[in-house]
C-alpha cells in the first residue's frame, strides 16, 4: 500500500477551518494582585479592563459587589478593602468573563455590554447576536 504520510497530514492541516486559530487569539488576563495590610491590590486594572474591552468603574463594581467590600480605583490599580489571594481573584475575574464577555451564541469575546430598559445586554461584534445576561 501506498501511504504517504506527509500529503494526508497536509490536508487535514487544510481543513482545520481558519476561525478555531482566531479563538486562540483571546486570552484570559491574568491578574496582578498584592495584598497590602488589609487591603488587596490589583496593579494592572486598567489593563485588564481594556483587554476585556470593558469600562473599569462597570468591572470595579462587579469586584465590589462580589466579594461585599468598598473599592476604588487609583490611577491604573483597583484597591480592594480586604484580603484576598491572587487565585481568588482570578476565579471571580474568569467568572466574569464567562458570563458577561462571551457572546452566548459564537461564544467570540469581541463584545460590548449595554443596558436598555434596566435589562444587561451582551452584543457581539462577531454574530451581531443581542442577549440579556443577568444583573452584575
Ligand atoms: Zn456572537
Redesign the pocket.
Given at each position: 500500500m501506498n501511504f504517504d504520510y506527509e500529503s494526508l497530514l497536509k490536508k487535514a492541516m487544510e481543513k482545520i477551518p481558519k476561525n478555531k486559530e482566531n479563538k486562540k487569539r483571546f486570552q484570559i488576563p491574568q491578574i496582578n494582585s498584592q495584598i497590602e495590610g488589609n487591603k488587596t491590590s490589583i496593579r494592572n486594572f486598567l489593563e485588564i479592563s481594556s483587554k476585556i474591552r470593558r469600562n473599569p468603574s462597570q468591572l470595579s463594581k462587579y469586584f465590589a459587589k462580589e466579594f461585599a467590600v468598598p473599592v476604588s480605583i487609583k490611577g491604573n490599580t483597583l484597591i480592594l478593602q480586604k484580603k484576598n489571594s491572587r487565585e481568588t481573584l482570578q476565579n471571580k475575574f474568569e467568572d466574569y468573563i464567562k458570563n458577561f464577555v462571551y457572546?452566548k451564541?459564537?461564544?467570540?469575546p469581541?463584545?460590548i455590554l449595554d443596558k436598555e430598559d434596566r435589562i444587561l445586554f451582551i452584543k457581539?461584534d462577531?454574530?451581531?447576536?443581542k442577549t440579556a445576561t443577568k444583573k452584575i
Open positions: 457572546c451564541v459564537c461564544n467570540e469581541d463584545t457581539c462577531a454574530c451581531g447576536a
